[in-house]
């Protein structure tokens, strides 16, 4: 019984499976533009949204794969921003020197504006481009002031998760130093974490060599 | 040649099918110089910390980072390979401190083109994002177009110069 | 469904454990194959010895062919998976320096650490040599950074940079592959002279 040799066992296998490959319709279109109906199904579903609990806890954790991005205008951004985020105010989004930072798949970028609106619109444009990973800050800066910066103490009768988070809220908050502002140098590990959904899309952590 | 090596195609195959185990489990190929820049990163840290944090590289690259710079998944799969070789060495009975060379070249000239291979290669590899097993292998299963083109750039450089470094090897 | 720590099938810490065995598998089929050995590697630009090209583009064509048919059995999600950008200008840069890197040394990376693990000198030199380039490359960033950067394309897949289908690229490919592997065997009959001990 002669041996076979591997090169022609391997042509043999793999020959035919590069056939069936290349008959078998392609289940990823070429194109990566994303369609208008797609788009107003994920907007209907408001899956782009993330709250400012899960943001903050990111922040606290030093999550490394969030990155908050500002769609103000820069002087609002100098004014004040949350930390860590970058200014792409909302008329340069698509602009080429952004794309490395809006069309990745390492990170979580997360737009916040004032309110949700022009947040809504950067992710609305960028996500027409076929661009994944971004998503926006709930009630934009304005909620966050109300639900992180200065959280109403529950009342008594509230369930023990209501007293979870505001407990978790206050930590942020002096994990961020009082006012959000500057990010603390070292945060102390929340006392409670709030129950933070599975996010169906995790970013691929980076490759490389 | 030797008949102890294992049938490339075969060796080809099991390098397929741990790529693709890569791919499955981590979403990423393989990769071999991240775990060294992740290594540097470490070490410039703990000898200058103001450079560190100062410097554009690792400021850019590694600001993000809370944990340390060794704690990443390169450097895992760099010591897997490392315990791999070895235990394919000893099973072979190919272990031995050497210079492995031609008779015909000296110990010294074949470590000093070592050396100069390896700063040539490690720089390049940063410079193209990856080295022969990060972008070129690990991007051509996954179809990338840079994959590509550093494949055929390693290769067709090293084919172009092979005729001048020829003393050294044949 | 994978990747599994995309879809949190498994946890950070497992992910880093299975990172280790993936390296073992990685390290000892390298071994085995006989890429610890800087002569063999060598052997591939002077036709005498051509199991680089057989291990690499098998490898590389029995991973995307695994990856196509997951994808297909939706086992895994492509989409998901890392796929490196595409850097134009230092794809090809970087790639030049790495070839002349190959010949001078002999080794690529992952094949030295491979070499270094049963004890060859020149591969504790080449390694040596790796850390003094990356060194380089990161005290010097800002130096070359507009040029690491420059030539950016985003992550695209290398079939529709020419308007394949991607099983149908694929399909090329293997055929390319085994064209590859019928001129290597050639290769090594016509050249084995160019070995001498």
Known sequence: ??????????????????????????????????????????????????????????????NPVL?????????????????????????????????DILDQDVKINVFYSNGSVHA??????????????????QGGLNYWMEAIANPDPPSDLSPDEEFARYDFRRAVNSALGGEAVERAAEAPPPPAMPAIRPRERTPVVQGGC | MDKKYLNPYIGGVLLGLVLLA?????????????????????????????????????????????????????????????????ISGIIAGRTKLTTERPSWVSSRRRLFFALAGGILFGYGSQIGRGCTSGSALSGMAVLSFGGFITMMAIFGTAFALAWFFRKNWI | ?????????????????????????????????????????????????????????????VAMTGLLFFSLFGWVDLDMVYVNPT?????????????????????????????????????????????????IFTEGYPLWESFHNAGFMGSPRVNEM???????????????AFGMFWAGEWAEKKFAGNYRS
């Not at chain 3, 020419?162 to 390319?176: D, E, K, M, R, T």
């Open chain 1, 1 to 62: 019984m002669q041996k076979i040799n591997p090169r022609i066992l391997l042509a043999i296998i793999l020959i035919p499976m590069g056939l069936i490959i290349a008959m078998v319709p392609e289940d990823m279109t070429g194109s990566r533009k994303v369609s208008t109906e797609q788009i107003l199904q994920e907007i209907a579903s408001g899956s782009q949204f993330v709250s400012p609990d899960e943001i903050a806890g990111m922040i606290v954790e030093n």
């Open chain 1, 67 to 99: 990155q908050l991005i500002d769609v103000r205008s820069s002087n609002e951004f100098e004014n004040f921003s949350l930390p860590g985020a970058v200014n792409i105010p909302l008329t340069a989004i698509l602009s080429p020197e952004w794309r």
């Open chain 1, 120 to 137: 809504n619109e950067a992710w609305i444009l960028t996500r027409q481009q076929g661009y994944l990973n971004n998503y926006v800050l």
């Open chain 2, 22 to 86: 890569a791919n499955f489990v981590s979403g990423r190929g393989l990769g071999a110089t991240g775990a060294l820049r992740d290594t540097i990163a470490t070490g410039v840290r703990a000898v200058a910390p103001s450079h560190y944090n100062n410097a554009a590289y690792y400021s850019e690259n590694y600001a993000m980072r809370t944990e340390r710079p060794m704690n990443s998944w390169l450097v895992y799969q760099m010591l897997g390979l490392i315990t791999g070789g070895f």
């Open chain 3, 1 to 61: 469904m994978g990747p599994l720590i995309v879809f949190e099938a498994i946890s950070p810490a497992t992910n880093l454990m299975l990172a280790f065995f993936i390296g073992i598998g990685f390290g000892f089929v390298l071994e085995q194959s006989g890429f610890s050995s800087s002569r063999k590697l060598a052997g591939m630009f002077y036709g005498y010895d051509t199991t680089v090209l057989k291990v690499f583009f098998t490898a590389a064509i």
């Open chain 3, 87 to 135: 850097y134009l200008t230092s794809a090809i840069a970087g790639g030049v320096i790495m070839g002349a890197g190959f010949i001078l040394g002999g080794f690529c990376p992952g094949t030295s650490f491979c070499a270094a693990a049963i004890g060859k000198i020149d591969a504790f030199v080449f390694i040596g040599g790796l850390f003094i380039g990356i060194f």
């Open chain 3, 162 to 176: 020419i308007g394949l289908s991607q099983g149908v690229f694929a399909f090329l490919l293997i055929l390319a």
